[in-house]
C-alpha cells in the first residue's frame, strides 16, 4: 500500500482506503482542491486494494479515478477523516464508510443508477431536487448538485436549488 503524505499528526490528514473489483494493478487518483490549488494523489493498487492520504482543512470534493480515467466515486474529504471505499468497476456499486456526506452521495448514485446510467436528465435532476429539498443543511447535497445536475434546459432550477442549500455547506473549495 501506498500513502504519499506522512509525518502528520491525526488531524491534520485525510485517509481514504479502499478496495475496488475489477482493477488489478491500476494506479488510483483522488483529485481535490485544497490550500489555493487543485492536489492530486496516486497510489498504485495492489490486487485493487489501496490508500492515499492528503491534507485540507476545509471540507473539499475529491474525485476518485482510475489511471485510464474511469471514474469510481465523489467524496466530500476534510481533515480527520478516514474513509472506506468499496467498490467494483462500475462507479454506482459503490459503498462508502467513514464521511456521512461521501456515504450519502454513494448511497444517492446507488439509489439512481438506472438514470445515471440512461443519462436521463429530468430524472436526475427531480432526484437532485428532491435529496437537496431533504438535505439543505448537508454538503453532499452541495456535491450532487454541482457534479450531477444536468444544467442545459434547468438552469432556472438549478439556481434555485443551489439558494435552497444552508450557506454554512456551500465551502468555495466545493462550488
Not at 475489477?22 to 494506479?27: A, E
Not at 467498490?87 to 438514470?115: H, T, Y
Not at 445536475?149 to 443551489?162: I, K, N, P, V
Request: hydrophobic share 40%.
Amino acid at each position: 500500500m501506498a500513502a504519499l503524505l506522512t509525518g502528520c499528526g491525526k488531524s491534520e490528514k485525510f485517509s481514504i482506503r479502499g478496495e475496488i473489483t475489477g482493477i488489478g494493478s491500476q494506479t488510483v487518483t483522488v483529485t481535490y482542491y485544497a490550500n489555493g490549488g487543485l492536489q492530486r494523489l496516486s497510489a498504485p493498487a495492489e490486487a485493487g486494494a489501496f490508500r492515499l492520504q492528503g491534507i485540507s482543512a476545509q471540507p473539499t470534493l475529491a474525485s476518485v479515478t482510475l489511471s485510464d480515467g474511469t471514474p469510481i466515486a465523489t467524496l466530500v474529504v476534510k481533515n480527520g477523516d478516514k474513509i472506506k471505499l468499496r467498490a467494483n468497476i462500475d462507479p454506482l456499486a459503490l459503498d462508502v464508510s467513514g464521511s456521512l456526506p461521501s456515504s450519502k452521495i454513494a448511497e444517492w448514485m446507488r439509489d439512481n443508477a438506472p438514470a445515471l446510467h440512461t443519462r436521463d436528465a429530468e430524472a436526475i435532476n427531480r432526484s437532485i431536487a428532491e435529496f437537496v429539498t431533504a438535505n439543505p443543511n448537508n454538503i453532499a447535497a452541495t456535491a450532487i448538485l454541482v457534479t450531477e445536475f444536468r444544467t442545459e434546459g434547468y438552469e432556472q432550477l438549478a439556481d434555485s436549488l443551489f439558494t435552497l442549500i444552508s450557506p454554512a455547506v456551500r465551502p468555495t473549495a466545493v462550488v
